[in-house]
């Protein structure tokens, strides 16, 4: 079976960290995009369309929380795992009652992330099919075949 690849939006204000993550995402074969901050992961979500955003909580300016608030607001179906250090896990479980897939403690490990990565990209593609059903079955009922 051919694998697709996910299209990742890695969202964090420390440039070293997305580069080193965004380098492991794509040995793995994903499609990876980045940004550095809440505001501009809402461009990129505006210019691409993205499977899974991996998002940092603590961030100047616009924090992963309020980006995630926006992220569902206007991308709803697209999933986001929140990236949290160890004493922000409150927020992260704060985050997942707001939309969030789940989350991932930094440091992130490999093996850990492609497993969250996978059950991301699987329910957003799970929601998208339940949505072209529900389409399908109203343009049918439209057209008196129900």
């Known amino acids: 079976m ?13 440039k070293d960290f997305v580069e080193m993550f965004s380098l492991r995402l794509k040995e793995t074969g994903e499609k990876v995009f980045t940004a550095h901050s809440g505001q501009e992961c809402l461009e990129k ?3 691409e369309r993205i499977d ?9 300016g616009m924090d992963g929380v309020e980006t995630l608030k926006e992220i569902k ?13 160890h004493g922000a896990i409150e927020t992260a479980v704060e985050g997942m009652k707001l939309g969030a897939y789940d989350y991932l403690l930094k440091p992130a490990d490999a093996t ?13 593609d ?10 399908q079955k109203s343009l049918l009922r439209r057209g008196g075949n129900i």
């Open 2 to 14: 051919i694998r697709i690849p996910a299209k990742v939006l890695i969202v964090d204000d420390e």
């Open 45 to 47: 979500l505006a210019q």
């Open 52 to 60: 899974v955003v991996v998002l940092d909580i603590k961030m100047p």
């Open 73 to 85: 607001k206007r991308y709803p179906i697209v999933e986001v795992i929140l990236l949290t250090g």
């Open 112 to 124: 850990e992330m492609a497993k969250k990565l996978e059950g991301a990209r699987k329910r957003k």
């Open 126 to 135: 799970e929601h998208e099919e339940r949505i072209r059903m529900a389409e």
